[in-house]
């Protein structure tokens, strides 16, 4: 069984930037696609980004795209999610998922889930 675990949320002003980290353990790490979610306080939780087990084909929802980037390390069973130009409304729970059919951008469909880790922007 997987276990992930998400650090480097915090607090930052709008047009900041912020580098999410998610350390996998459990099995091996190299052999899954992985995703980020998020949720916004009062919102369901939403699709953000995911990437392929290679690292080499990835896909975004619309309202990060050419913001945010997600890559991966399997050497280091790591996952990341590079946060730019951020705006307030990116402010949310930020979690690491796996376990889902790639391509899909369903909540319910991401099966395993880290605790998540706070990102806050303001204005």
């Known amino acids: 069984q997987v276990h992930l675990v998400e650090s480097g949320g915090g607090s930052v002003q709008a047009g900041g930037s912020l580098r999410l980290s998610c350390a996998a353990s459990?099995?091996?790490?190299?052999?899954?696609?992985m995703g980020w979610l998020r949720q916004a306080p009062g919102k369901e939780r939403e699709f953000v980004a995911a990437?392929?087990?290679?690292?080499?084909?990835?896909y975004y929802a619309d309202s990060v795209k050419g913001r945010f980037t997600i890559s991966r390390d399997n050497a280091k069973n790591t996952l990341y999610l590079q946060m730019s130009s951020l705006k307030p409304e990116d402010t949310a729970v930020y979690y690491c998922?796996?376990?889902?059919?790639?391509?899909?951008?369903?909540?319910?469909?991401?099966?395993?889930w880290g605790q998540g880790t706070q990102v806050t922007v303001s204005s």
């Open positions: 998922a796996t376990d889902f059919p790639y391509g899909s951008r369903r909540e319910s469909d991401f099966r395993s």
């Open positions: 990437v392929d087990w290679t690292g080499r084909s990835t």
């Open positions: 459990g099995r091996t790490f190299s052999g899954y696609a």
